[in-house]
């Protein structure tokens, strides 16, 4: 059981929380992952961990609430405890000797792509970070992107926030003014990696994509969140969760991803009844 020490409401649909988890704290790096319940019988979903506080022993997650679950969660509140969260699970960013890196974040995924930031940009790498929102309502975390980068480019759909166009306009933009990258790292919906990977490719910069497709235990065991990277098999929770965005079906991911699509709105509908019958 762990206790929630900070909630936040970020925008409309994506909530922070602050949990104790001194245990994961201790281990936990950018690019890593938990696994949690809300409570005994509730589905286990990996969530991305957005920062940590090793001295004061505490995790913070970033979601969206697109389903039943995530609702759920939402209806916790501080002091309020979470069944099960274990971790940190999968691999770290790879970060070291990286001297000038392209930070590439979409929507939720910039909770996700924020820690990389931090930690590049706390070891004296050159940072710039490309964060995209549908609109200015919809934007999260601009004031540590800022803090936290080199270069901040922000980018909306309808031009409300930052410039008007998508993070492949922005990142192509830099590109071709002459800007070299040792690497780009890019974090969010899947459309949007797989077409700021077409993108890198042409231009011969390597990529590397934070994938997030459906996990169950985490270890490796159930397969259900395996990809096809190279045309070989991976498994993101451990293999990954990032991978040569050059190398991803991203066609066949996101095919995948839709396969609960139905299943997952039902059960959502269902969470929120459940929750309006309650008060």
């Known amino acids: 059981m762990n206790k929630i020490l900070l909630k936040k409401s970020l925008n409309p649909t994506v909530t922070l929380m602050e949990v104790d ?5 201790r281990k936990a790096e950018p690019g890593q992952f938990i696994i949690l319940r809300v409570d005994e019988n509730g589905e286990r979903i990996p969530l991305t961990v957005a920062d940590f506080d090793r001295e004061k022993g505490s995790v913070t997650i970033i979601f969206q609430i697109v389903g039943a679950t995530t609702e759920k969660l939402n209806h916790l509140n501080e002091g309020d405890f979470i069944h099960d969260f274990v971790g940190p699970l999968g691999r770290a960013t790879h970060t070291e000797g990286l001297k000038k890196v392209a930070v590439v974040g979409g929507g939720v995924g910039c909770a996700i792509a924020y ?6 940009f706390q070891q004296g790498a050159e940072v710039h970070a490309i964060a ?8 999260i975390l601009e004031d540590e992107f800022s ?6 480019v922000r980018m909306s ?4 926030w930052g410039e008007k166009g ?13 800007e070299k990258y040792d690497e780009v790292i890019t974090i969010g919906p899947l459309i949007m990696m797989k077409f700021v990977c077409q ?11 934070s994938m997030n497709p459906i996990m169950i235990d985490g270890t490796g065991m159930c397969g259900g969140c395996r990809l096809t990277v190279g045309g070989k098999t991976k498994f993101a929770c451990v293999d990954g969760p990032e991978f040569d965005g050059h190398e991803i079906d991203f066609d066949e991911a996101m095919a995948r991803g839709r396969t609960y699509q139905d299943f997952e709105r039902h059960a959502y509908e269902e ?3 459940l929750f309006k019958e309650a008060k």
């Open 199 to 209: 993108l890198t490719k042409q231009y011969g910069v390597k990529t590397i994509a």
């Open 157 to 160: 759909d309808d031009g409300s």
């Open 271 to 273: 969470a929120c009844n």
């Open 115 to 120: 820690p990389v930031t931090k930690k590049l």
């Open 132 to 139: 995209g929102f549908r609109n200015k309502d919809l934007v």
């Open 147 to 152: 803090a936290a980068s080199t270069k901040f």
């Open 21 to 25: 988890a001194p245990l994961v704290a």
């Open 166 to 178: 998508l993070v492949t306009d922005a990142l192509k933009k830099l590109i071709e003014s002459g």
